[in-house]
């Protein structure tokens, strides 16, 4: 299975260096995930972090979104994602070398294939805990769509949304 995590960014070159560093270095096959960094227009010196860390075996790609607006970075990087799972993690994070190998056990479709449009009965977010997050949403700081899931929140318009159709919540 072929995992996609995006991360959008905006001046925080430090952060989201000491970030791809520990991605760098998850407990999963180095070709079976991808690292898109979706910068938000930093100013700071964003692409030379992120050029640093695509001299690993890691596929990373860089994505420069000029219009303000984190859902229009996430929403760029969607537009290249290559995941069989995609998932969203912050610059500030740092996910536990165990992160992405857990995923598809916390896959809301597994055993069932790969859903596409139409086949998905309702959109389902799973919230997986990430232990080493400084912060966060109770601890809870990372979010895992299947790519039909998240095509399907963008169904009946043909555009990419501008913000989420829901409010993000804390989970207890």
Not at 1 to 17: P, Y
Not at 48 to 60: D, H, L, P, Q
Not at 116 to 137: K, N, T
């Amino acid at each position: 299975m072929f995992v996609s995590i995006v991360i959008a960014t905006r001046n925080r070159k430090a952060l989201l260096g000491r970030t791809l560093d520990v991605l760098a270095g998850q407990q999963w096959p180095a070709d079976q995930y991808e690292i898109i960094v979706a910068d938000n227009g930093s100013t700071d010196g964003t692409p030379e972090a992120v050029e640093r860390a695509m001299t690993g075996e890691i596929c990373v790609r860089y994505l420069f979104v000029p219009t303000p607006g984190k859902s229009h970075a996430v929403n760029a990087a969607l537009g290249i994602a290559r995941g069989d799972l995609i998932a969203f993690t912050d610059d500030d994070v740092q996910p536990s070398p165990e992160w992405v190998a857990g995923m598809p056990r916390a896959r809301p479709f597994a055993g069932l294939g790969l859903p596409r449009i139409g086949d998905i009965p309702e959109i389902v977010v799973e919230i997986i805990p990430s232990s080493a997050a400084p912060g966060g949403l109770n601890g809870l700081s990372t979010t895992v769509l299947a790519p039909a899931v998240a095509n399907a929140i963008y169904a009946g318009t043909g555009k990419r949304m501008r913000s989420l159709p829901f409010e993000p919540m804390a989970v207890s």
